[in-house]
């Protein structure tokens, strides 16, 4: 699993919360406005996962836009394989982010969102990644999942 986010210290946190997965994560830090940070990374990424099935881009507060993700579609389109993709992203993006979520699912791209509420703990918002990145979960495509800080069960 590739983890994409342009800070570090919030990619390191998120890689920490997936340690328990059964999938490898990876940190990716990616310089806003460094137009060939995605070329890099995706190197990086199949030179040591072989290819990307998934990804989870932590998409920054202040920009609506995917560069990141956009390039990682296209590169999972390419690979012909099952693929999905889950952006996390904050209430104030929640309508972009939806109708990029609409647009970009394919039969072999399946995409989600998560919309991050105010004060959600990184555990509850690597718990939902984790969920929708299960197995039992590959039919969930075109979701728009608001995840908060409740601490109830139900």
């Known amino acids: 699993m590739a983890v994409a986010c342009p800070s570090a210290d919030q990619v390191a946190l998120f890689v920490r ?6 999938a490898v994560a990876l940190p990716y ?26 990804l989870v ?9 995917f ?4 390039d990682v579609r296209r590169t ?7 693929a999905r993709i889950v952006l996390v992203t904050s209430p104030r ?13 394919t039969a072999h791209v399946k995409v989600n969102a998560l919309v ?6 990184a555990e509850h918002i690597a718990g939902a990644v984790l969920l929708l990145l299960a ?9 728009l999942i608001e995840v908060g800080a409740s601490d109830g069960l139900c």
């Open 17 to 22: 919360e997936f340690a328990a997965a059964p």
């Open 29 to 54: 830090e990616l310089a806003p406005g460094d137009t060939g940070a995605t070329q890099r990374m995706l190197a990086e990424v199949t030179a040591e996962l072989g290819r990307i099935d998934c």
């Open 57 to 65: 881009d932590l998409l920054p507060g202040d920009a609506p836009d």
């Open 67 to 70: 560069p990141v993700a956009d």
């Open 76 to 82: 999972m389109l390419g690979a012909g394989n099952q």
């Open 93 to 105: 993006h929640a309508r972009e982010t939806a109708r990029w979520v609409r647009a970009a699912i």
């Open 116 to 121: 991050a509420l105010d004060g959600t703990p």
């Open 135 to 143: 197995a039992d979960a590959q039919g969930i495509s075109g979701q």
